[in-house]
């Protein structure tokens, strides 16, 4: 069952080195290459998406499903147990959460990127003209 989260850990690291990549000052020769490399790349990489969400759901079903260990019947190690899984449905949410909110940004700051250039080239033909 851990595979699946390693998985997403690599895809967060990832997209958060491709996040600082983007954001990172350069030249606009690099930053283009950078830009237009990245956007290809987002597409295939859409793919992940629909997999945290399938995650995202089994982490709910889970939780609906999970026997409660909160009476007196339950032992010292049962309680401890329920809150380790506890804190890793929790982590595993922030880590399908993160995939979502980065891959947006990234999304989001090509769209800029792209957008900055075309209005570039528009004030560049005015100017021409």
């Given at each position: 069952m851990g595979l699946q989260w390693m998985l997403l850990t690599c895809v967060v690291g990832a997209e958060a080195a491709v996040a600082a990549l983007v954001t990172l000052p350069a030249p606009r020769a690099v930053r283009a290459q950078i830009v237009g490399l990245t956007s290809m790349l987002l597409q295939p990489l859409a793919g992940v998406l629909p997999f945290a969400a399938f995650q995202?759901?089994?982490i709910y079903w889970k939780n609906e499903h999970r026997l409660i260990c909160t009476g007196e019947m339950c032992t010292s190690e049962e309680r401890?147990?329920?809150e380790k899984s506890i804190f890793k449905s929790q982590r595993n949410v922030i880590l399908c959460v993160s995939v979502f909110i980065l891959y947006w940004s990234i999304y989001r700051i090509c769209k800029f990127?792209?957008?900055i250039k075309a209005l570039e080239e528009v004030e560049k033909r005015i100017k021409e003209e």
């Amino acid at each position: 069952m851990g595979l699946q989260w390693m998985l997403l850990t690599c895809v967060v690291g990832a997209e958060a080195a491709v996040a600082a990549l983007v954001t990172l000052p350069a030249p606009r020769a690099v930053r283009a290459q950078i830009v237009g490399l990245t956007s290809m790349l987002l597409q295939p990489l859409a793919g992940v998406l629909p997999f945290a969400a399938f995650q995202l759901l089994d982490i709910y079903w889970k939780n609906e499903h999970r026997l409660i260990c909160t009476g007196e019947m339950c032992t010292s190690e049962e309680r401890v147990r329920f809150e380790k899984s506890i804190f890793k449905s929790q982590r595993n949410v922030i880590l399908c959460v993160s995939v979502f909110i980065l891959y947006w940004s990234i999304y989001r700051i090509c769209k800029f990127n792209k957008d900055i250039k075309a209005l570039e080239e528009v004030e560049k033909r005015i100017k021409e003209e």
